[in-house]
Structure formats: structure tokens, C-alpha cells
């Protein structure tokens, strides 16, 4: 009965230690949201020391990601809003406006009272609206340590004409469907019928011709077990039509579009050509292990189709002189060898054709095709691969990347920015690039940028030691208060040995990696949940020590 008993007390004390921890977490996690509404607020401050407008020519902006990229609904003009950039201490926002002239090739600086705080991963969208117009909705705060963030839900309008910031209205975001009136300035739910997409974030959305809406690809979280999720790469399509029956009504549709379409990735940019075809460029594949996450970056540019429900790989022809059309039998390797040299078939090999599209208005999209050995079909190569390979030009081209800013404007197309990861470092870019639609010849480099010339400072381990001290010591008088009436065990060895800490950690990780995750939100990545995790774990751990030590004098 006596070991019983003392099996019960110290399963008590064990539960009252998990409520006490939870519950410092909490206060901590309250105390850090006062923190960081704090230092948006005080931006704010400094923001509102604008009073007029002010227009400076200055230089390429900075490197950033996650910005926004408009083309200027009347102008031949590009407008960058935003952004963010870490050099590996600190992480940096911005709600700069800048404007750059596309005749000109020069960069403006625009600063103008009342802007909205400090953001990226916004959502932007022009208008032509009463001289032309920028929205910018939601969007994320990150602290400078790249711990904490603060995800907007405001709505702001620019008014391009005027220059002035006017914020609309916010309301709840859920994954639901809404419009929004330009004449009324109402919101209005949509309730649309069938099997819709699952939900999901980083997804293209577009307006199709046809007055439809697609939506394809994307990432989320899904439960595989218990306290344990894993990261899809979406790469289903689906229509959002206005339905028979009624104004105002929509229905759901799952299409299969033919053609060669993106491999599955998120972070990719989109933009509408002139003519309606959607286009996306780059994005990262992440492939996730239990501890580790690396992604593959792209530089390629796909193009959707919506009168034929059809995807292309574009391929840039490159100078007329260095056209070449090759049998997949003879191709060279890497190494110069073709493949039948390696051992390849001698039956007949198929016959791959190059194809020049001219649309409508003119643009010209180049693609290829496999017609068989029987002549009796042509079917797009399977192989997306093949078709980045073949995508030759003389020009210097965009590195990979993701989360770039894209935007079209006389059927050029524009991309600035985004960043891709380079071991433990992450390279964000400032150069900008253009390439005619109309011709797809090759890439133009409007602002150079050299990726190994940025600044990247390793952390300080030092840094983080006496964060943790500093944490350790908030709220410890209330700790000591508490540690008589709960009675722990000065010889547990989860308490007692700082060693053993690991195997503390181990046994109640799901419990720090659940709080971590609602504490930094569903968009982080997996390390950094597993460091804030680490840091919370193990400020309570350094708490419990200290309260022992005052217990047993």
C-alpha cells in the first residue's frame, strides 16, 4: 500500500508539474504577442511621422521575398510592395512602395502617410478603379529574431492616382470562398455546390476567360497519426463556374487538364498574360524527414491554357541560328555520349517534334511533342525534365527559386526576387529579369545581382544560451512560491541531472512540439518549431532545477 500511495503522489506531482509548465508557457506566449503588437505599433509610430508624399529616385531595391509584384493598371509601370529578408540573425520587414518604369529602367521610392504596417505573404491585386488601384490584404509580422509572427487579416486600398493609403475594413479569414465588391465595398460568402479543394495554402488562383476561377496545386498539413503530421504537395486543379439556376450561384469542378503539367511544388509566382494564359514560374519541392527538410528549387515557366484545358512547358528558342532539331535517339548526355552508345534500342525511336503555337494576339509558345514510330498519334512528352533541358538561350537566365514576384505588362514578363536555400543558408534576391512572350527567345537581366556577395551571419549559440537564461528567470519568484506544495522528488532524475534533460525531452517532445506549432503558426517550418520546442522545454527544465534547489534549502 505504502509504494502504491507513493506511485499516486508522485503521478500527482508529475501532473500539477505539466499544468504549471503549460500554464507559464501560456502566460510566456501571451507576454510575447503583447511583445510583438508592441513593436508593430511602434513602426506605426514612426510611420506616422509621414506627412506628405515623397517621391526619390533610387536604386534597385534590397533583396527580399514574399513581396508583392503589381503591374500598374494604366502606366507602364511595376509596383513592389513589402517584403521580408533574414541574413541569418535577424529578420527584417518592410512596407516600402516602390515604383519601377519600365521605358526608364529606373527604380522610385515612394513614401506615403498612413501606409499599412510592416508585412510579407500578402496577397496584392490591381484594378483600374478610379484611376487605377492596389489591394493589399493580410499577411505576416515576423519578430527580428525570426521567433514570433503576427498574421494580419486587414484590408488596404492604394489609390494610385492620388498616392494615399486607406484602409478599408477586416473581417475573420476561414477557408471559405468570398467576394468582394469594388462598388459597394461588401463582402459577400459564397456558397458553391460539389466537391471542392481540400485546404490548403500557396495555391494559383486565376480568372480564366470563361469567367471562371482555377485553383491547382498548393501545400498542407495531414494528420498520418497520432501528434504526428506530414506536408503535401498538391497538384489537383479545379474550377470554380458560375452555376445554371441563378445569379450569384457556383459549383465546384475537378478538371485533368492534358499536357505536361508543373511538378508538384509551393512557393511558386503566377501572373495572367495578355491573352489569358496563366502562368507560373519556380516554386521548392520540400522532401520531409522526421528531422531534417530540404527542397529542390525551379526556374521554370509553365503555361495554362483554359480555352483548351491544356498545360505547357514553355521553351525558349534562343537565337535563330543555334535552332536545332534532334531525334531522342541521338541526344547527347551529359558526358557526350548519345544513348545509343550507352546501350540503348535499335527498334525505331520515336520522333520528337518542335511545335510554334501563335495565339491570337501573337504569342508565340513553342512545343514539343513525341509522335510515334507508326504515325498514327503525336502525344506531349511525359518527361517535364526533357523540357527544361531543352530550354536553351544565350542570355543569363533566373536562377531557381521561390516565392518570386511576377507581373506582365505589354507581354513582358517580369520576375523580381525570391530566394532558395543553400545548405543552412538562405540567399534572398534582388535582381529583376523580363522575357518577351511574344518572341520567347530568351531572358533579359534588367538588375544583376551576385547571390554569393550577400551577407549571411551564423547564430550565435551564445545568443540563444542567454535568451534561455533570461526566460529561465521570468516569473521565478512565483515558481519558488509553488514548489513546497508540489513536492517534487529531488532525486527524479528527469529533475535532478541536468544530463538526463535529453531523455526529458524525448518523453514529452509531441507535448513542446504541439505548443511550439500554435505558437508560431501553421506556415513554419519544421526546424524552427523544433527549436522553439527545444527552448520552451528546456526553460521549464532549468525552472524546475532552480526550484528544487530552493525546495531542498
Known sequence: MGKKGKKEKKGRGAEKTAAKMEKKVSKRSRKEEEDLEALIAHFQTLDAKKTQVTETPCPPPSPRLNASLSAHPEKDELILFGGEYFNGQKT?????????????????????????????????????????????????????DGEQFYHYK?????????????????????????????????WSKLSPSGPGPTPRSGCLMAVTPQGSI????????????????KGTQ????????????????????????????????????????????????????DEEEEESLEGSFFSDLY??????????????????????KRRRGK????????????????????????????SEDGTVVTIKQVLTPSGLGVQPSPKADDSASEASST????????NAMLAVKHGLLYVYGGMFEAGDRQVTLSD?????????????????????????????DSEEDSSSDEESADGEDEDQEDSAEEGADPQHPEVARGEQFEEYLSRTEQHWLKLARSHVGPEAKEKKVLKVAQAMAKSCFDDAVQDIAQARH
Open 303 to 324: 503555361i495554362y491554357d483554359s480555352a483548351k484545358s491544356r498545360w505547357f512547358a514553355a521553351q525558349l528558342k534562343g537565337p535563330k541560328s543555334e535552332k536545332k
Open 154 to 186: 486587414d484590408l488596404w486600398v492604394l489609390h494610385l492616382a492620388t498616392k494615399t493609403w486607406e484602409q478599408i475594413r477586416d473581417y475573420i479569414y476561414y477557408s471559405d470562398v468570398y467576394t468582394f465588391s469594388l462598388d459597394t465595398f461588401q
Open 432 to 460: 529583376l529579369y523580363c522575357l518577351d512572350l511574344h518572341k520567347m527567345e530568351e531572358w533579359k537581366t534588367l538588375v544583376e545581382m551576385d547571390p554569393k556577395s550577400q551577407e549571411w551571419l551564423e547564430e550565435s
Open 214 to 229: 482555377a485553383i491547382y496545386g498548393g501545400y498542407s498539413k495531414q494528420r498520418v497519426k497520432k501528434d504526428v503530421d
Open 92 to 144: 527584417f520587414m518592410y512596407n516600402e512602395l516602390y515604383i519601377y518604369s519600365i521605358r526608364k529602367d529606373t527604380w522610385t521610392k515612394v513614401d506615403i502617410p498612413g501606409p499599412p504596417p510592416r508585412r510579407c505573404a500578402h496577397q496584392a491585386v490591381v484594378v483600374p478603379q478610379g484611376g487605377g488601384q492596389l489591394w493589399v490584404f493580410g499577411g505576416e509580422f515576423a519578430s527580428p
Open 234 to 285: 498538391h497538384s489537383d486543379m479545379f474550377l470554380l463556374k458560375p452555376a445554371e439556376g441563378g445569379e450569384g450561384k457556383w459549383a465546384w469542378t475537378r478538371i485533368n487538364p492534358s499536357g505536361v503539367k508543373p511538378t508538384a511544388r509551393s512557393g511558386f509566382s503566377v501572373a495572367v498574360a495578355p491573352n489569358h494564359q496563366i502562368l507560373v514560374f519556380g516554386g521548392v519541392c
Open 395 to 402: 542570355g543569363q537566365e533566373p536562377c531557381p527559386r521561390s
Open 331 to 358: 541526344a547527347e548526355d551529359p558526358e557526350g555520349t548519345t544513348e545509343q552508345e550507352t546501350g540503348g534500342s535499335s527498334a525505331p525511336e520515336p520522333l520528337e517534334v518542335i511545335k510554334e503555337v501563335v
